[in-house]
């Protein structure tokens, strides 16, 4: 077991920005979401196609590893992008995602990622074990630019597919097509679904001088994934900021499971800049770690 300390509260502390369940209302899901990450910080567009409307993103309480959590629904035959468009109606895809909301203002606006800036993304995620996935793409993370040109592809992906694997891919800058990507890593995702896995992810933004480090672990603490790379873009031009989202965005196909919800869930979701100022570069969300960079030359 890898959890051994509880997140006990959203906001910020020091350097980092936590998102955690364990101080949410019932029935504050939302607006608690966007009080820290920011207005539009939850992207539930299918929510609507419900009578009554439906919450897509829930709160999963008192789970043993991880505490409080977020659920965050799909459902292959009602859900919607934001375009509201159905899959009858000619809609090739569906999301819900929470990000850090393009919005200014707010404690989140110091956590968006400016070129040549470095940041520390934590959370842990469990897919449930009976959920199915495509040869098209099924992201479940995702870092993405706001503003520019070449916002559209997502700069990172964890994408699920129906081989079984989750994969990391990278789509390099000045690109808008997203099927142009870089495969960094991948792991057996069906051997582990169904458990707590624990991320640690870190990027130092930049076209000239960008590093990508990722660790996955499993809820006994083993290593799945393991990726330390440089030399590569890690940047859009012409954007404002780079951002993490987490959810389910997801290709219609004929794989998925076409009469049942799949789920996913996030817990205690952190961003932490790295060598700001705040004085706590190494905390995270009631979790103190030794965050660093490599030294670069």
């Known amino acids: 077991m890898i959890y051994k300390t509880p997140v006990l509260h959203s906001g910020v502390t020091g350097d980092s920005l936590c998102l955690t369940a364990a101080d949410v209302k019932d029935g504050d899901t939302y607006a608690h979401i966007e009080k820290v990450f920011g207005k539009g910080a939850v992207e539930a567009p299918s ?4 009578v009554p409307p439906r919450p897509h993103v829930s709160l999963g309480r008192n789970d043993a590893l991880v ?6 629904m799909a459902n292959e035959a009602a859900d919607v992008n934001l375009d509201k468009k159905s899959r009858q109606q000619g809609s090739d895809r569906s999301r819900t995602e929470i990000k850090i909301a393009p ?10 990622a400016r070129d040549n800036d470095a940041f520390i993304y934590r959370w842990q995620f ?4 009976q959920m199915k996935f495509s040869p098209s793409f099924t992201h479940i993370h995702q870092i993405k630019a706001y503003g520019g040109s070449y916002a559209e592809p997502p700069l990172i992906t964890f994408t ?30 069906a051997a582990v679904a169904g458990q707590w896995l624990d991320v640690r992810e870190e990027i130092h933004y930049s076209n000239t001088d960008a590093l990508y480090q990722l660790l996955i672990r ?16 890690f940047w859009r031009t012409g954007a404002d900021h780079m951002r993490p989202k987490w959810g389910i965005y997801r290709k219609h196909h004929p794989d998925l499971r076409q009469d049942a919800e799949d789920l996913v869930d996030f817990a205690n979701l952190s961003v932490t800049r790295v060598g700001g100022d705040g004085g706590g570069a190494g905390a995270y969300c009631g979790v103190t770690e030794q965050a660093a960079m490599p030294a670069r030359k």
């Open 47 to 50: 929510d609507d196609m419900y």
């Open 67 to 72: 505490g409080d959590y977020f659920s965050i």
């Open 103 to 112: 919005a200014k203002g707010g404690m989140h606006e110091a956590f968006k």
């Open 126 to 129: 469990r897919v449930a074990a």
């Open 160 to 189: 699920a597919l129906n081989d079984g694997k989750l994969y990391v891919r990278r789509i390099a800058d000045k690109l808008t097509d997203g099927g142009h990507f870089d495969i960094l890593g991948s792991f057996d995702l």
């Open 218 to 233: 499993d809820q006994q603490g083993r290593q799945l994934l393991n990726i330390d790379r440089s030399g590569l873009s």
